[in-house]
């Protein structure tokens, strides 16, 4: 069943409902929702990207706004609540305005010939530079306002003391943090431990690194030590794979126990020969290898994951030892420098603590996470990976396009290259929606755009709307062109809690004009730009944007820079929804006439944000409004295709 010429209401009317999902969650006095999981699990949540994988939308468009909206916030590590709310005023307002193919391609050149002149010559003057490599001083006030969305008043404190500390150990040198954040941010999961049952308040940063697993064998040693890395057994095989080996009699078998005993042994006595103290294995080791491990000295921990051996290999640069090939007496150079190798117990685990000689900029450290339930841990630790992520995107800047800043080239040829354009790939977008899934009606779609911010997010309560499950299995295709609608089935709300946007193959697109560049004289916004949190950002944007627009010789750019001006205010607006009446009207009065007057903005104590990460979001946003009016049809498949083979006879040739 293909369904044609979509209604921009229908696209708008799912954002909205998204929207309402996640705007009484906005911001440091934004609520919580309760989730219940399939194990019957309640957690309270105030995370934009776990509220979006848990309404687990049903229609194809609105999977699309989900699943870009949790894409920018991996890449970025913030802003899925804001994605959304931004989106749906950009939707309402072009339905506002009859969404013509004029104003669709006017969009696309906005971006070129308004937004990115207000940013470099209007916003740019306001932004904050930080040192380079993000100084000691900026980490809480940059953590606190980014965990305040997330978390409650006393965890984001805590939280953000602690990661500030964990950057501060791992990067004791300012310039080494880039490295560093990145490390931290790929191999947080590898980089600390939780601890359910005990207060937040309980956690510490460790000097060196975790692994939440026992000794096989325990051999205490003082001072420096050296350590192995192998990723296979120990115990010398009989035979090359693949190979049969025959055992006629007893005394063969017995004569094969003994062989493979004393080559082991002659292992062990060679590893201590080197010095080799520890061995750290990827695979499940033989009783006869830790006998003689016991036998001569040496400590094993065993059963270790590929990513603890890769974040082993990245702070000592060893790679892991092949036993039995080559010269079994040659010497082992391939080891770490441990400084200490200890057990160590969390509550009722023993697990093993060891002390690396690092190699790397990164000074290893390991944060022990401490929390009442697993549930609340899994967060604590989710948003605390996310913020090394956000770190990481202060050391990223925004280039000037050379088209408009030679000022040499028409502004039309500038949007047909800088411009995000559909590809060939992206004329097919495929969705298989094969999971749990819990319906409801358009009407209740609507009670939930309009009720979801007063009843299931208010501040002072914490609903979730649940709702019987189904079996429904749905492989939706879409396809779509560049100057057409889109159409889309009813938002279908509930189907379970897990990740939705996995299901969904992204489009690919053209490099961002967002991006590190190597000149900084081309960058309008610079490596460490910020601005103080609030709606700060998107006042002096939307400011600017209807400054800059009224240079515009063409009426359906000056049309699109009103409407993305005025709903950069959505943001603002949801963040003072929870504060006092006409708090949002003071605040936008008052920003306004210092601009008007020419006078600099006035310094708040609740922290910073970065400025790159914000423009990515005005930036992704756009490129998604542009994906979603270029979907032509919906075509909706509800059992496989059957293989249609070629039975041309002779007569038809």
Not at 389 to 412: H, I, P, Y
Not at 600 to 607: F, H, R, S
Request: hydrophobic share 40%; glycine share 6%; proline share 5%.
């Amino acid at each position: 069943m293909a369904a044609a010429r979509p209604q921009q209401p229908r696209l708008w009317q799912e954002a909205a409902a998204l929207a309402g999902a996640v705007r009484g969650a906005l911001g440091p006095r934004g609520g919580r929702a309760l989730l219940l999981r399939p194990t019957g699990e309640a957690l309270p949540t105030r995370d934009g990207r776990r509220l979006l994988e848990a309404l687990s939308v049903e229609p194809p468009a609105a999977r699309v706004m989900t699943a870009r909206a949790c894409s920018h916030r991996a890449l970025t590590g913030d802003g899925a609540k804001s994605f959304v709310v931004l989106l749906a005023a950009v939707l309402g307002a072009l339905r506002a305005a009859g969404g013509g193919a004029g104003l669709r391609r006017a969009l696309r050149d906005f971006e070129v010939q308004v937004l990115e002149r207000a940013a470099a010559r209007g916003l740019r003057r306001h932004l904050r530079p930080a040192a380079p490599g993000l100084p000691e001083s900026l980490l809480e006030p940059l953590l606190e306002p980014y965990l305040a969305g997330r978390l409650g008043p006393g965890e984001r404190r805590c939280l953000a003391r602690l990661c500030a500390e964990m950057c501060r150990r791992c990067a004791p040198a300012a310039a080494a943090r880039p490295q560093v954040l990145r490390l931290l941010g790929r191999r947080f999961p590898e980089l600390h431990a939780a601890v359910p049952g005990l207060p937040l308040a309980s956690s510490r940063i460790l000097p060196g690194i975790v692994l939440l697993r026992d000794f096989a064998v325990y051999c205490p040693t003082a001072g420096e030590l050296r350590a192995l890395l192998v990723t296979e057994p120990l115990r010398p095989a009989l035979t090359a794979s693949g190979v049969e080996f025959v055992v006629d009699s007893e005394g063969q078998y017995q004569a094969s126990l003994r062989w493979i005993t004393e080559r082991t042994e002659a292992l062990m006595k060679h590893l201590q020969s080197n010095n080799i103290k520890l061995l750290l294995s990827r695979a499940k080791q033989e009783e006869v290898v830790i006998y003689y491990a016991k036998l001569y000295g040496v400590s094993l921990v065993e059963c270790l994951s590929s990513e603890e051996m890769a974040l082993i290999s990245d702070i000592t640069g060893v790679s892991p030892y092949t036993p039995f090939s080559g010269n079994k007496d040659r010497e082992i150079t391939e080891t770490a420098v441990v400084t200490f190798c200890q057990p160590l117990l969390l509550v009722s685990k023993r697990c093993v603590h060891i002390g690396f000689t690092s190699v790397c900029a990164f000074q290893p450290h390991c944060l022990i996470l401490c929390g009442p339930v697993d549930g609340v841990n899994e967060q604590h630790a989710s948003a605390l990976q996310e913020a090394f992520t956000m770190l990481q995107q202060l050391f990223k800047t925004v280039d000037q396009r050379e088209e408009w800043k030679a000022g040499g080239e028409s502004q039309s040829k500038a949007s047909d290259i800088c411009t995000w354009h559909a590809s060939a790939i992206q004329k097919q977008l495929v969705i298989e929606n094969i999971c749990n899934s819990n319906q409801v009606s358009e009407c209740q779609l609507k009670a939930l755009g309009d009720e979801t911010e007063r009843k299931i997010l208010d501040p002072g309560r914490s609903d979730l709307l649940v709702h019987n499950q189904k079996d429904h299995s749905t492989p939706v295709l879409v396809a779509h062109n560049a100057d057409t609608g889109t159409v889309c089935e009813c938002l279908d709300v509930g189907r379970g809690l897990e990740k939705t946007c996995c299901h969904i193959v992204p489009f690919k697109r053209e490099k961002s004009c967002a991006g590190i560049a190597q000149d900084y004289t081309n960058c309008f916004i610079q490596a460490g730009s910020v601005l103080p949190v609030g709606g700060y950002f998107e006042i002096l944007l939307h400011y600017y944007i209807k400054d800059y627009a009224k240079q515009c010789q063409q009426s359906e750019v000056i049309i699109v820079s009103n409407m993305v001006a005025d709903a950069l205010l959505s943001i603002p607006k949801a963040l003072y929804q929870t504060a006092e009446r006409d708090g949002f009207t003071k605040f936008y009065l008052e920003t306004t006439n210092l601009l008007r007057k020419n006078q600099p903005l006035p310094v708040n104590d609740e922290g910073l944000e970065s400025v790159y990460c914000k423009y990515q979001l005005v930036i992704s946003v756009l490129h998604c409004v542009t994906e979603l009016l270029s979907i032509d049809f919906v075509i909706d498949i509800r059992r496989p295709l059957q293989k249609i083979e070629d039975c041309d006879s002779e007569d038809d040739s």
